[in-house]
């Protein structure tokens, strides 16, 4: 079963309030999406590696601690992940970026792939996938499919809001991946839209509606 974290911090509840609002301008809901992942950010990488360096302060030697290994990778499942990305990017400039591009057929909500470019190195590296809606769970489950096919092994999962069908999904097809969210919701509709959730993330960004 994958391990679920709910990120409860203060800010991110008030800002996540502040996203569902549906007279939040697009601008808005672009800059509070930024904020949020900055948030989100800290919480997937608490247990990244950590060795000792030795550097030289101005006033003496010691030995530090820095990031273990090689740089991450952001995967970004398009187009909603890309506002999540802004954020994560600015807390980890180095890192290396993947794009999945899918869209949720309306009828069947099965992924449509359009897009697909990972590093070619990305067995070596830890990889965090962002989108901030997970729903049925088809389009991340898929999305993560694609990266373990490219070789990825490492990989946790960062949205935004969860319903606790996707949850259940994504935690059958792939136990091994650790989910993080700033909360999860009542229920899908028949639509499979989260109740009470945000609405269409992707278009709310874009403006597209
Ligand atoms: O868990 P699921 O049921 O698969 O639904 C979640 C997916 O739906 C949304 O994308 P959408 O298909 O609207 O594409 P978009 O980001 O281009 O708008 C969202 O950003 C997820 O990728
Ligand atoms: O509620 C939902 C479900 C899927 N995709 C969204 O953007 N919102
Ligand atoms: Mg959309």
């Avoid at 502040?18 to 990488?45: C, H, M, Q």
């Avoid at 030289?56 to 740089?71: H, N, Q, R, V, W």
């Avoid at 890309?82 to 794009?99: D, K, Q, T, Y």
């Amino acid at each position: 079963m994958s391990k679920v974290t709910v990120v409860d911090h203060p800010l991110v509840q008030h800002k996540l309030t502040l996203l569902r609002d549906k007279n939040r301008s697009t601008a808005g809901f672009r800059r509070l999406i930024k904020e949020v992942a900055l948030f989100l950010g800290y919480e997937v990488t608490r247990d990244l590696e950590l060795t000792m360096e030795h550097i030289e302060t101005p006033i003496c030697g010691m030995d530090a601690p820095k990031l273990k290994g090689k740089k991450l990778v952001l995967a970004s499942i398009l187009r909603a992940g890309e506002g999540m990305l802004e954020g994560l990017v600015e807390l980890m400039p180095s890192a290396r970026i993947a794009h999945i591009g899918l869209y949720r057929d309306p009828e069947t909500l099965k992924p449509v792939q359009y897009y697909f470019k990972a590093p070619s190195d990305i067995a070596d590296r830890p990889v965090i996938v962002v989108d901030p809606m997970l729903a049925t769970g088809n389009s991340v489950a898929h999305a993560i499919t694609l990266l373990k096919e490219a070789g990825a092994k490492d990989i946790r999962f960062l949205c935004l809001l969860a319903a606790p069908e996707g949850v259940e999904a994504l935690a059958q097809k792939h136990p091994d991946v650790a989910i993080f969210t700033a909360a999860i919701d009542s229920h899908l509709n028949d639509h499979g839209y989260i109740v009470p959730g945000l609405g269409d993330a992707g278009d709310r960004m874009f403006g597209t509606k």
